[in-house]
């Protein structure tokens, strides 16, 4: 009789490969949700990088404003920007102090049915003209 009922404890009774089943599917579910997010969290910052570049490269364009200010807006592989800027106060004034100007670069992209975008802020002089209208 001994012998009959450690014949029977060889293997997994049904509820126990069901539950182990569960609990491998629930790890399994978990790691692919993991792994999604990550492969998508790099693509969005791939874009946020390329909108970052082309703020970049439209603020190296110039390297001064000319005293009437700069607007601009365009698109650009898929990324629509706008140029803005308006005079800054400093407070400090001088023959060789060069009035200032604040530029905003805002570029926005659709990231799916989100619309995303990104503001670039930051001051440049303002281009002095000579009496002759030639640029300083």
């Known amino acids: 009789m001994m012998r009959h009922s450690a014949a029977r404890q060889r293997g997994f009774s049904l509820l126990e490969l069901l539950v ?3 609990i491998m599917a629930l790890a399994l579910g978990m790691l692919y949700r993991a792994s999604g997010s ?3 969290a790099a ?12 703020a970049e490269s439209l ?14 807006a ?7 920007w706008q140029i803005v800027s308006a005079p ?11 009035p200032l100007h604040e530029i905003e670069i ?6 799916g049915e989100r619309q995303r975008s990104l ?17 300083k």
Not at 106 to 111: G, I, K
């Open 74 to 80: 365009g698109d650009s592989a898929g990324y629509s």
């Open 38 to 40: 990550s492969a998508r």
């Open 20 to 22: 182990a089943f569960s």
């Open 43 to 54: 693509g969005d910052a791939e874009r946020f990088q390329r909108a970052v570049i082309l």
């Open 88 to 98: 800054y106060a400093t407070g400090i004034t001088g023959p060789n102090v060069p």
């Open 119 to 135: 503001t670039l802020a930051t001051l440049l002089p303002e281009r002095k003209l000579t009496g002759k209208g030639v640029q």
């Open 106 to 111: 805002v570029v926005s992209w659709r990231d």
């Open 59 to 72: 603020l190296a364009l110039r390297d001064a404003v000319s005293p009437q200010g700069w607007r601009e």
